[in-house]
């Protein structure tokens, strides 16, 4: 079953309308053909809108709802990562599979070891490309809702966007303790709002670790070996996934 994501507006009572790439997508390179079933999202509502193709126009494709689906893809908790700014290779990898495994939001960072910088004009086209991988994964996994890729930030600004999160972790390398990480990995639940501090791949400044847990981010350890940048926050989406998706209530 192909997915499919649309603006809000585009979904008109039974009637659906799938505009823009994905119209070539769907005649040209899937060949699809009238009668033939593929699922829309708005991106917004979680809901899956199961609909049949009814005409293949030139710049639009017209489909009627079949019927929705509600069925808890998405994780009960808000999961969004703060990833220090990496090689753009490194970040691509990193919002492809952190989509994959649930994360809600994705927000790079610029730290003082990361090792690219970018200007206004290279972060916006960076920013455009990451949200475009993003949407790539939700549509390749099956996900309601397309995350976001927020625009590159300040430690600051990153911090700013923290206050009112019920969990905030910060994996860091002189941290010690794997039941104290359990501990904290456990107390994620359902309805809370949860962040994630990532090093780049120079890793944390020891001022910065400091400055999040003013924030209140909490130290974790990873494990007894050192993790790459691409490597740590993956671990720790996997951990939440399981931790989440095991309540019973996703």
Request: hydrophobic share 40%; aromatic share 6%.
């Amino acid at each position: 079953m192909y997915q499919f994501f649309v603006e809000p507006s585009q979904i008109q009572g039974n009637r659906i309308v799938i505009t823009g790439s994905d119209v070539n997508h769907i005649k040209n390179v899937l060949r699809m053909k009238p009668g033939e079933e593929i699922a829309v999202s708005n991106g917004i509502d979680g809901k899956e809108y199961r609909c049949g193709i009814e005409e293949l126009l030139e710049e639009e494709i017209i489909c009627t709802l079949r019927f929705i689906k509600e069925d808890g893809l998405e994780l009960p908790a808000r999961v969004t990562f703060f990833q220090g700014l990496p090689k753009a290779d490194k970040m691509e990898f990193i919002v492809q599979k952190l989509v994959e495994l649930g994360a809600y939001r994705i927000v790079p960072v610029a730290l003082k070891r990361s090792v690219v910088h970018l200007d206004e004009k290279k972060a916006k086209a960076r920013q455009a490309r990451w949200q475009s991988i993003a949407e790539a994964a939700a549509k390749q996994s099956k996900r309601r809702i397309v995350p976001e890729v927020g625009a590159v930030c300040t430690l600051k600004e990153a911090l700013e966007q923290t206050k009112q999160m019920n969990l905030k972790l910060i994996p860091y390398e002189l941290s010690e303790g794997m039941m104290r990480t359990r501990k904290l990995i456990e107390s994620a639940a359902p309805g809370q709002e949860i962040g994630v501090f990532i090093g780049p791949e120079g890793g944390f400044e020891e001022a910065e670790v400091e400055l999040a847990m003013q924030s209140g981010f909490m130290p974790v350890t990873l494990g007894k070996r050192i993790l790459r940048t691409e490597t740590a926050g993956l671990t720790v989406m996997a951990w939440l996934m399981y931790q989440l998706e095991d309540s019973g209530i996703s």
